[in-house]
T-cell receptor, first 113, second 111 residues
Framework: DAGVIQSPRHEVTEMGQEVTLRCKPISGHDYLFWYRQTMMRGLELLIYFNNNVPIDDSGMPEDRFSAKMPNASFSTLKIQPSEPRDSAVYFC???????????FGAGTRLSVL | DQQVKQNSPSLSVQEGRISILNCDYTNSMFDYFLWYKKYPAEGPTFLISISSIKDKNEDGRFTVFLNKSAKHLSLHIVPSQPGDSAVYFCAASVPGTALIFGKGTTLSVSS
Protein backbone atom coordinates (compact mmCIF):
# COMPACT_ATOMS: atom_id res chain seq x y z
CA ASP A 1 0.00 0.00 0.00
CA ALA A 2 1.27 3.47 -0.90
CA GLY A 3 0.15 4.99 2.37
CA VAL A 4 -1.56 8.33 2.75
CA ILE A 5 -0.72 10.57 -0.19
CA GLN A 6 -0.76 14.34 0.07
CA SER A 7 -0.27 16.92 -2.63
CA PRO A 8 1.37 19.25 -3.19
CA ARG A 9 4.37 18.72 -0.90
CA HIS A 10 5.16 22.41 -0.92
CA GLU A 11 2.96 25.38 -1.72
CA VAL A 12 4.03 29.00 -1.86
CA THR A 13 1.33 31.56 -2.46
CA GLU A 14 0.57 35.21 -1.93
CA MET A 15 -1.78 36.57 0.67
CA GLY A 16 -5.36 36.60 -0.55
CA GLN A 17 -5.00 33.67 -2.93
CA GLU A 18 -6.99 30.46 -2.67
CA VAL A 19 -5.07 27.37 -1.62
CA THR A 20 -6.25 23.77 -2.01
CA LEU A 21 -4.52 20.88 -0.30
CA ARG A 22 -5.29 17.32 -1.33
CA CYS A 23 -5.26 13.97 0.40
CA LYS A 24 -5.76 10.36 -0.63
CA PRO A 25 -6.26 8.11 2.41
CA ILE A 26 -5.25 4.48 2.67
CA SER A 27 -7.78 2.28 0.92
CA GLY A 28 -10.28 0.80 3.33
CA HIS A 29 -9.75 3.38 6.05
CA ASP A 30 -13.01 4.92 7.21
CA TYR A 31 -11.58 7.87 9.12
CA LEU A 32 -9.73 10.83 7.68
CA PHE A 33 -8.11 13.61 9.71
CA TRP A 34 -6.62 17.00 8.84
CA TYR A 35 -3.99 18.45 11.19
CA ARG A 36 -1.91 21.60 11.18
CA GLN A 37 1.55 21.79 12.74
CA THR A 38 3.08 25.05 13.90
CA MET A 39 5.90 25.84 16.30
CA MET A 40 3.54 27.62 18.68
CA ARG A 41 0.64 25.17 18.76
CA GLY A 42 2.22 21.87 17.79
CA LEU A 43 -0.01 19.33 16.01
CA GLU A 44 -3.61 20.48 16.19
CA LEU A 45 -6.66 18.72 14.76
CA LEU A 46 -8.62 20.79 12.26
CA ILE A 47 -11.38 18.41 11.20
CA TYR A 48 -12.09 14.73 10.82
CA PHE A 49 -14.43 12.63 8.71
CA ASN A 50 -16.00 9.22 9.19
CA ASN A 51 -17.29 7.52 6.05
CA ASN A 52 -16.95 10.82 4.17
CA VAL A 53 -19.10 12.71 6.70
CA PRO A 54 -17.54 15.54 8.77
CA ILE A 55 -17.77 14.58 12.44
CA ASP A 56 -15.90 17.34 14.25
CA ASP A 57 -14.81 20.61 12.65
CA SER A 58 -14.35 22.54 15.88
CA GLY A 59 -10.64 22.87 15.17
CA MET A 60 -11.14 24.75 11.90
CA PRO A 61 -9.77 28.20 12.73
CA GLU A 62 -12.31 30.31 10.87
CA ASP A 63 -14.63 30.47 7.90
CA ARG A 64 -11.72 30.91 5.51
CA PHE A 65 -11.03 27.20 6.01
CA SER A 66 -13.22 24.50 4.50
CA ALA A 67 -12.79 20.75 3.99
CA LYS A 68 -14.62 18.26 1.85
CA MET A 69 -14.56 14.53 1.29
CA PRO A 70 -16.56 13.81 -1.87
CA ASN A 71 -15.67 10.10 -1.82
CA ALA A 72 -13.77 7.54 0.23
CA SER A 73 -10.52 8.08 -1.63
CA PHE A 74 -10.18 11.86 -1.74
CA SER A 75 -10.34 14.88 0.52
CA THR A 76 -9.49 18.56 0.14
CA LEU A 77 -8.68 21.33 2.57
CA LYS A 78 -9.23 24.78 1.13
CA ILE A 79 -8.15 28.15 2.45
CA GLN A 80 -9.75 31.18 0.86
CA PRO A 81 -8.43 33.83 1.18
CA SER A 82 -5.07 32.75 2.55
CA GLU A 83 -3.15 34.84 5.10
CA PRO A 84 0.51 34.76 6.23
CA ARG A 85 -0.53 33.29 9.61
CA ASP A 86 -1.81 30.22 7.76
CA SER A 87 1.79 29.27 6.99
CA ALA A 88 2.33 25.83 8.53
CA VAL A 89 2.69 22.16 7.67
CA TYR A 90 -0.66 20.52 7.02
CA PHE A 91 -0.98 16.77 7.57
CA CYS A 92 -3.64 14.35 6.52
CA UNK A 93 -4.05 11.03 8.34
CA UNK A 94 -6.37 8.05 8.04
CA UNK A 95 -7.32 5.11 10.20
CA UNK A 96 -9.56 2.06 9.95
CA UNK A 97 -12.63 1.60 12.11
CA UNK A 98 -11.80 0.08 15.48
CA UNK A 99 -8.20 1.29 15.53
CA UNK A 100 -6.71 4.17 17.49
CA UNK A 101 -3.67 4.25 15.21
CA UNK A 102 -3.62 6.98 12.59
CA UNK A 103 -1.39 6.81 9.54
CA PHE A 104 -0.01 10.13 8.36
CA GLY A 105 0.92 11.49 4.98
CA ALA A 106 4.17 13.36 4.43
CA GLY A 107 2.47 16.72 4.79
CA THR A 108 2.12 19.89 2.75
CA ARG A 109 4.35 22.80 3.72
CA LEU A 110 2.37 25.98 3.04
CA SER A 111 4.00 29.39 2.88
CA VAL A 112 1.77 32.42 2.46
CA LEU A 113 3.74 35.54 1.60
CA ASP B 1 -5.64 24.39 27.72
CA GLN B 2 -3.29 21.56 26.84
CA GLN B 3 -4.68 18.15 27.73
CA VAL B 4 -1.45 16.39 26.72
CA LYS B 5 1.84 17.98 27.76
CA GLN B 6 5.40 17.17 26.89
CA ASN B 7 7.33 19.53 29.13
CA SER B 8 10.79 18.83 27.74
CA PRO B 9 11.24 20.34 24.26
CA SER B 10 14.52 18.50 23.77
CA LEU B 11 16.65 15.66 25.10
CA SER B 12 20.25 14.72 24.31
CA VAL B 13 21.57 11.22 24.95
CA GLN B 14 24.70 9.29 24.09
CA GLU B 15 24.49 6.23 21.88
CA GLY B 16 23.94 3.07 23.90
CA ARG B 17 22.36 4.87 26.84
CA ILE B 18 18.69 4.97 27.82
CA SER B 19 16.41 7.72 26.50
CA ILE B 20 13.39 8.56 28.62
CA LEU B 21 10.71 10.78 27.15
CA ASN B 22 7.90 11.97 29.39
CA CYS B 23 4.28 12.96 28.87
CA ASP B 24 1.60 14.22 31.26
CA TYR B 25 -2.13 14.40 30.65
CA THR B 26 -5.09 15.97 32.39
CA ASN B 27 -8.15 14.14 31.06
CA SER B 28 -8.94 11.01 33.08
CA MET B 29 -11.25 9.86 30.27
CA PHE B 30 -8.34 9.08 27.96
CA ASP B 31 -8.35 5.33 27.34
CA TYR B 32 -5.51 4.88 24.86
CA PHE B 33 -2.08 6.43 24.54
CA LEU B 34 0.32 6.40 21.62
CA TRP B 35 3.83 7.54 20.75
CA TYR B 36 4.72 8.76 17.30
CA LYS B 37 8.14 9.47 15.82
CA LYS B 38 8.72 12.17 13.24
CA TYR B 39 11.73 12.76 11.01
CA PRO B 40 12.21 16.09 9.19
CA ALA B 41 10.10 16.49 6.05
CA GLU B 42 8.11 13.36 6.86
CA GLY B 43 4.80 12.70 8.55
CA PRO B 44 4.60 11.25 12.07
CA THR B 45 4.83 7.45 12.16
CA PHE B 46 3.30 5.25 14.82
CA LEU B 47 5.80 3.79 17.25
CA ILE B 48 4.08 2.11 20.21
CA SER B 49 0.85 2.35 22.18
CA ILE B 50 -0.71 1.36 25.48
CA SER B 51 -4.26 0.88 26.68
CA SER B 52 -5.35 2.50 29.92
CA ILE B 53 -5.96 -0.95 31.42
CA LYS B 54 -2.24 -1.74 31.24
CA ASP B 55 0.78 -0.17 32.87
CA LYS B 56 3.51 -1.35 30.52
CA ASN B 57 3.93 -2.30 26.89
CA GLU B 58 7.19 -3.39 25.32
CA ASP B 59 8.27 -3.67 21.69
CA GLY B 60 11.92 -4.40 21.11
CA ARG B 61 14.00 -1.47 22.31
CA PHE B 62 10.89 0.59 23.08
CA THR B 63 8.84 0.39 26.28
CA VAL B 64 5.96 2.61 27.31
CA PHE B 65 4.97 2.94 30.95
CA LEU B 66 1.64 4.31 32.14
CA ASN B 67 0.99 5.66 35.63
CA LYS B 68 -2.72 6.44 35.74
CA SER B 69 -2.73 7.81 39.27
CA ALA B 70 -0.12 10.37 38.27
CA LYS B 71 -1.59 10.85 34.79
CA HIS B 72 1.87 10.28 33.41
CA LEU B 73 3.39 8.12 30.72
CA SER B 74 6.92 7.65 29.55
CA LEU B 75 8.73 6.14 26.60
CA HIS B 76 12.00 4.32 27.25
CA ILE B 77 14.42 3.58 24.43
CA VAL B 78 17.19 1.15 25.30
CA PRO B 79 19.79 1.19 23.91
CA SER B 80 19.51 4.50 22.09
CA GLN B 81 20.87 4.67 18.54
CA PRO B 82 21.71 7.67 16.32
CA GLY B 83 18.82 6.69 14.03
CA ASP B 84 16.45 7.33 16.93
CA SER B 85 17.14 11.07 16.62
CA ALA B 86 13.74 12.54 15.78
CA VAL B 87 10.79 14.39 17.28
CA TYR B 88 8.64 12.19 19.49
CA PHE B 89 4.97 13.00 20.00
CA CYS B 90 2.79 11.66 22.76
CA ALA B 91 -0.92 11.32 21.90
CA ALA B 92 -4.07 10.30 23.74
CA SER B 93 -7.64 9.47 22.79
CA VAL B 94 -11.11 9.31 24.29
CA PRO B 95 -13.34 6.63 22.75
CA GLY B 96 -14.95 7.83 19.53
CA THR B 97 -12.87 10.95 19.15
CA ALA B 98 -9.65 11.99 17.46
CA LEU B 99 -6.16 11.91 18.96
CA ILE B 100 -4.85 14.81 21.01
CA PHE B 101 -1.13 15.37 20.61
CA GLY B 102 1.53 16.90 22.80
CA LYS B 103 3.92 19.45 21.27
CA GLY B 104 6.73 16.94 20.93
CA THR B 105 10.21 16.32 22.29
CA THR B 106 13.25 16.45 20.02
CA LEU B 107 15.60 13.57 20.82
CA SER B 108 19.24 13.80 19.74
CA VAL B 109 21.37 10.68 20.06
CA SER B 110 25.08 11.28 19.62
CA SER B 111 27.57 8.61 18.64
Amino acid sequence: DAGVIQSPRHEVTEMGQEVTLRCKPISGHDYLFWYRQTMMRGLELLIYFNNNVPIDDSGMPEDRFSAKMPNASFSTLKIQPSEPRDSAVYFCASSPTGSNIQYFGAGTRLSVL
Amino acid sequence: DQQVKQNSPSLSVQEGRISILNCDYTNSMFDYFLWYKKYPAEGPTFLISISSIKDKNEDGRFTVFLNKSAKHLSLHIVPSQPGDSAVYFCAASVPGTALIFGKGTTLSVSS
